[in-house]
């Protein structure tokens, strides 16, 4: 079995894999590991130094060996660093194919939703569905424009002979306005004498009553 299958739990040939999502579970458990143990180092190597320089003049012997623990950390430091980017390349790795699974799968459905909306569809129906509701469109726009035209008052309005009646009305105004253009016509004079007085009709008929009174005062008595 190689490194990864006893890392990831993997069976043997006929095992099934782990799934992406437990792999990456796994490696995040490794990185933070990896991360304590690189604390740990950085400490150890922070001790030893402390180490050398304290037996640097009394005891040279401890101090040589402190700075050889130190060289040993810190290549383990050194290889932990490195194992972590591959690790963390990895897990990158797995979590965008995660990622273009899951977008992979969601379009499936989204593209079997669609076939089973469209399965009743007919396209020769949407077209003629289509046809129908412009020229219904249309017609509204035809019915809108014959009522909001005014009855009566239209632009084609013309009785026969109106063109002629125009005409010679025409003809007449300028026959009018160059006579009276042309002339100073004399005007005629005032009368000097009076004009007879118009005769008292309401006298005449005042005097008339009064002698119906008197005539029907002698008859009465």
Partial sequence: MSVFGKLFGGGGKGGKGPSAQEAIQKLRETEEMLTKKQVFLEKKIDQELITAKKNGTKNKRAALQALKRKKRYEKQLTQIDGTLSTIEFQREALENANTNTEVLKNMGFAAKAMKAAHENMDIDKVDDLMQ??????????????????????????????????????????????????????????????????????????????????????????
Avoid: Y
């Fill in 132 to 221: 129908d509701i412009t020229e219904q469109q249309e017609l509204a726009q035809e019915i809108s424009d014959a009522i909001s035209k005014p009855v009566g008052f239209g632009d084609e309005f013309d009785e026969p002979g109106c063109s002629d009646c125009l005409l010679e009305q025409e003809e007449l105004d300028k026959n009018l306005l160059e006579i009276g253009g042309t002339e100073n016509v004399p005007l005629p004079n005032v009368p000097s004498t009076s004009l007879p007085s118009r005769p008292a009709k309401k006298e005449d008929e005042d005097e008339h009553d009064m002698e119906d009174l008197q005539r029907w005062a002698m008859e009465a008595n």
